[in-house]
Every structure is written in C-alpha cells, then in structure tokens.
C-alpha cells in the first residue's frame, strides 16, 4: 500500500508560479511511474505530467509544456510539479498518481492522493 498526500496548492494570480508536493509513505516510489493528474469542475480528470521510475524520461500534455516541470526524488519518497506562468485555466484540483506505467486514463493507476486546489486568477 502507497499512501500519497498533496500539498502546495492555493490562490495565484496569473503569471505566477507555485509547486506542489506530494509525499509517498508505505513502500518506496521507485516501484512506480508517477504522474501529476488535474481536474476542473465539471470536467474529467486529465493526465498533465508523468515521469519514469528512475527520473530518466517524463511526460507533459501540450498545455503545460514549457511551463510545468515533474521531478521526483526516490530518497526522499517525494514528487514535485514546479508550476510557472500560471493561466486562469490551470485551475483546478491536481492529483498525484502512482501507477505502473504513464497513461491517461485515471483507472490505470493503483494510488491517488486526495488533491490540492489551484486556482488560478485572470
């Protein structure tokens, strides 16, 4: 069993950056891929980043190219989304997923935390 628990989340204005956390208790995340998941209101839960077990390779929908970064450290038992120049539609409540391959589809995952709000003001 992998408990995940999110943090960092909050009220930015646009433009702005924030990093969420998510701490990994009960077995080692090197046994996982790892994936940062978002949902808005009234939509579907949808991939945004992923990354390998080892760090090596990583994910990103096209939306938040060139502005999220994923990173994971195994040590630490800890994965991080560095969330720069923030849009109003970045909002939303971010999940943290460990699964054992990067998918888009949320039931492939085994664990999920409870999430975190962002939002985003225009």
């Known amino acids: 069993q992998v408990q995940l628990v999110e943090s960092g989340g909050g009220l930015v204005q646009a433009g702005g950056s924030l990093r969420l956390s998510c701490a990994a208790s009960?077995?080692?995340?090197?046994?996982?891929?790892m994936t940062w998941f978002r949902q808005a209101p009234g939509k579907e839960r949808e991939l945004v980043a992923g990354?390998?077990?080892?760090?090596?390779?990583?994910y990103y929908t096209d939306s938040v190219k060139g502005r999220f970064t994923i990173s994971r450290d195994n040590v630490k038992n800890m994965v991080y989304l560095q969330m720069n120049n923030l849009k109003p539609e970045d909002t939303a409540v971010y999940y943290c997923?460990?699964?054992?391959?990067?998918?888009?589809?949320?039931?492939?995952?085994?664990?999920w935390g409870q999430g975190t709000q962002v939002t985003v003001s225009s």
């Open positions: 997923g460990a699964g054992s391959a990067i998918t888009s589809r949320d039931r492939d995952y085994n664990y």
């Open positions: 009960g077995r080692a995340i090197t046994t996982y891929v």
């Open positions: 990354i390998a077990r080892s760090g090596g390779s990583t």
